[in-house]
């Protein structure tokens, strides 16, 4: 047990002191906030000004109804032309960015739809706002026409029918929420058993080509060095997530202190905010922590056992755990049904089985404990992946005493499980 | 002497092959033991079975006089395995504290201990570098001490010296006497002959699994002699051979090489020359080199063995 010990430690300090953990821990969440932030300042600077020529038959939009609407809304510009521009003709090309053509027209019936000609393509942030531009030239003239007058208008405008879901067993489980944090925790679930199992595989074959195994197998058992890399590794990725964490609460701190004055970080606050109120934070945050160590154990200890079982080549490694990487890469999938419907079939036994239900159960808790998921399904769940990942800790365990000192041979997985079932 | 390891009827079989096939041996406390063979022998299967690595499917262990517990007497242990390596990355003071620890040390014991073997063997600079900044027989050297430094009373050295200059041969091989002095016992596994000559008091050859010969060097010498002599002197070229109670086998201006047959000894050939008025610079009795009954014992063994499956 304290050999195990030493063996964590080791495991656990020479990949916390890395310079690449530092980087990867900081730059994470850096980048998370460079993208988001990056995505609104990208959509907001590719908004383009249009200037558009408006061939007008119908005898609606007239002078000064496009005036009017130009200085109300100056994010683009209609002008009034009487004849529609030429095919080729670069003066109009160099005056206008496109052209609309409207025919003639009853206000009583209207049209569905307008052709923008344009010379080149534009996103749908600077039609927009051409398009709404026409739209309230055309409702400001049905005013009119209908001889409504101010209070009608506002009635008119304000009445919309909406639908908002609301979960009447349940006024926590606000569906929108659920969607976003079940996706989120099901995909650093996902991120984890990746990145770091793949990180357990790679040590091991380091250890195998570094023909350092035998020498520290004479010492300890090569079960106790397996468990003492898994949890090791487990630590450091804990390690990462409890930073990232911390980080969250501060800039959240940071960010309800000084008010507004960074523009997306409120906004991302503000999101953090209404999270917090609607979901059980402690629960998720519990389920999280056993679910992405559960999870963990079950996909590392396989990773482990096919980095046993490998030579230097990479290729072999990759081939070996292909099926291991689809597994989680179906239960990705699973978790994508389970989100849309998360008291599904397909989502309560991804719930279930120990491979997927690290990542679908991560899903579907923000829903609401303990009526979307009953208790049973959470105790069983919960349950079925300690037993599972019991048998494969147990399974990469026996695969491992035999392939950690065994080399120059190309292994299979059929071989591997004989491996498993043999007395040593 | 009292036996420090004992062997007893250790058989351990995989699925294609018997790997040790009923081996018994007595090793004695304070010996110098050469475990010899050709590659696929066994020896290495019954290494990892002294050190706890594999158990056997039948046989014993005793280990100082009780039976041999894996989990209690590694400690005891130390072995250097002939694939070994050091973990790249690792400061050359870490691993080998991380590896004393392994076998049970402390970390303040262990980092004396360190402390004076580095200071024994000049290592005191090597502390802060990467194992990856050192060169191939340094790392064998930052090895030897990994495996002596938690005071083994028994020491496995698999192929100790390859990769080593002779200045650091003769280093490692000092050591290995001293340690020996001092009452450690060490079992020593190569394929060079002369050095096994050399260093070991005692050998034993395995072979397909069995041991085929065991005994001290000058033993096992006698055992496969071929009874043959070297005589200098003048007066050989004139020898009337009809009568001599050996035949020759090469001759050469004074020098003579001769097989005595089973009726006669050395004494009779003595008595024969000098009956013959030769004069004798040297007489020795020719005994086989290790290498010579290595090769007459193993060398028509296939070496489809090689390919050992486990």
New interface residues.
């Given amino acids: 047990m304290k050999?195990t010990w030493?063996?964590i430690e080791?495991e656990y300090l020479?990949r916390v002191r890395k310079k690449t953990f530092v980087i990867s821990t900081l730059l994470f969440p850096l980048l998370y906030v460079a993208l988001i932030g990056g995505m609104g300042f990208i959509a907001e600077k590719s908004k383009e000004t249009l200037t558009v020529a408006v061939i007008d038959s119908s005898g609606y939009f007239t002078q000064e109804a496009i005036a009017t609407e130009n200085t109300i809304d100056p994010s683009s510009t209609l002008v009034l032309v009487n004849n529609a521009p030429q095919e080729n003709n670069k003066e109009e090309e160099k005056k206008y960015d496109g052209y609309i053509i409207i025919p003639s027209l009853n206000w009583q019936q209207g049209t569905d739809s307008l052709i923008f000609n344009t010379y080149k393509s534009y996103g749908s942030a600077s039609t927009g706002v051409v398009e709404a531009k026409l739209n309230r030239i055309w409702r400001r003239l049905l005013n009119d026409s209908l001889q409504l007058d101010v209070n009608k208008q506002s009635i008119l405008a304000q009445s919309k029918i909406g639908l908002v879901t609301k979960n009447i067993s349940n006024q926590l489980a606000n569906s929108a929420t659920a969607v976003g944090i079940g996706y989120i925790a099901g995909f650093l679930v996902y991120f984890i058993l990746i990145i770091y199992g793949s990180q357990v595989m790679m040590g091991v074959m380091?250890e195998k080509t570094?023909?350092?195994a035998?020498?520290?197998?004479?010492?300890?058992r090569p079960f106790q060095m397996m468990l003492g890399k898994i949890v090791g590794i487990g630590a450091v990725a804990l390690t990462q997530f409890l930073i990232w964490i911390i980080f969250v609460f501060v800039v959240y701190n940071i960010g309800a202190k000084s008010g507004t004055s960074l523009g997306f970080m409120t906004e991302a606050v503000g999101g953090i905010q209404r999270m917090m109120g609607s979901v059980n934070v402690p629960l998720i945050l519990g389920c999280f922590a056993f679910y992405f160590l559960g999870g963990f154990f079950f996909y590392a200890s396989l990773y482990g056992a096919i980095g046993s079982a490998v030579n230097e080549d990479m290729r072999e490694a990759q081939s070996l755990s292909f099926p291991v990487t689809m597994l989680v890469i179906l239960s990705i999938a699973i978790m994508t049904a389970a989100v849309a419907n998360p008291t599904g079939p397909i989502a309560v036994w991804g719930s279930l089985i120990p491979f997927s239900s690290p990542i679908v159960m991560m899903a579907r808790i923000p829903y609401g404990v303990p009526d979307t998921v009953p208790l049973w399904q959470l105790g069983l769940s919960m349950g079925l992946l300690v037993a599972g990942f019991l048998v494969t800790v147990w399974f990469a365990g026996k695969i491992y005493r035999?392939g950690i000192?065994?080399?120059g041979k190309k292994v299979t997985w059929k071989e591997m499980i004989r491996w498993a079932f043999?007395k040593? | 002497m009292d036996s420090i390891l004992s062997l007893k009827h250790l058989k351990k079989h995989f699925e294609s092959q018997k790997a040790v096939d009923d081996i018994s041996l007595e090793i004695e406390r304070g010996q110098i033991f050469g475990l010899l063979g050709p590659n696929g022998a066994g020896k290495t299967t019954l290494i990892r079975m002294i050190t706890g690595i594999f158990y056997p499917d039948q046989g014993e262990i005793f280990f100082e006089g009780k039976k041999f517990d894996p989990l209690i007497d590694v400690a005891k242990i130390g072995y250097m395995p002939e694939e070994r390596g050091l973990y790249k990355k690792m400061k050359v003071g870490e691993q080998a504290l991380y590896l004393a620890q392994l076998k049970g040390l402390d970390k303040q014991a262990a980092k004396k201990k360190i402390e004076s073997w580095f200071h024994r063997f000049g290592m005191e600079s090597w502390w802060d570098k990467k194992v990856e900044d050192l060169s191939k027989g340094m790392g064998q050297k930052l090895q030897f001490v990994t495996t002596v430094l938690h005071d083994p009373s028994l020491i496995i050295l698999d192929e100790p010296f390859s990769g080593l200059d002779p200045v650091n041969t003769n280093l490692i091989k000092d050591e290995i006497f001293r340690l020996a002095q001092e009452g450690s016992t060490i079992i020593f596994s190569t394929h060079r002959m002369e050095q096994v000559e050399e260093i070991c008091d005692h050998i034993a050859l395995v072979n397909k699994g069995q041991k085929i010969l065991d005994g001290t060097v000058q033993d096992v010498k006698q055992q496969f002699k071929q009874h043959q002599y070297r005589i200098t002197g003048k007066g050989l070229d004139r020898l009337a051979l009809e009568q001599a109670p050996f035949s020759v086998v090469s001759q050469k201006d004074n020098a003579l090489l001769i097989q005595i047959g089973a009726q006669n000894n050395s004494s009779n050939v003595l008595r024969f020359l000098l009956d013959q008025q030769v004069e004798i610079n040297s007489f020795q009795e020719l005994l086989p080199s290790l290498n010579d009954i290595f090769i007459q014992l193993v060398g028509n063994t296939p070496t489809a063995r090689t390919f050992e499956k486990i």
């Avoid at chain 1, 035998?214 to 300890?220: A, D, N, R, Y």
């Fill in positions: 050999k030493i063996i080791r020479t380091e570094n023909r350092i035998e020498v520290i197998v004479s010492s300890v035999t000192l065994m080399y043999t040593g």
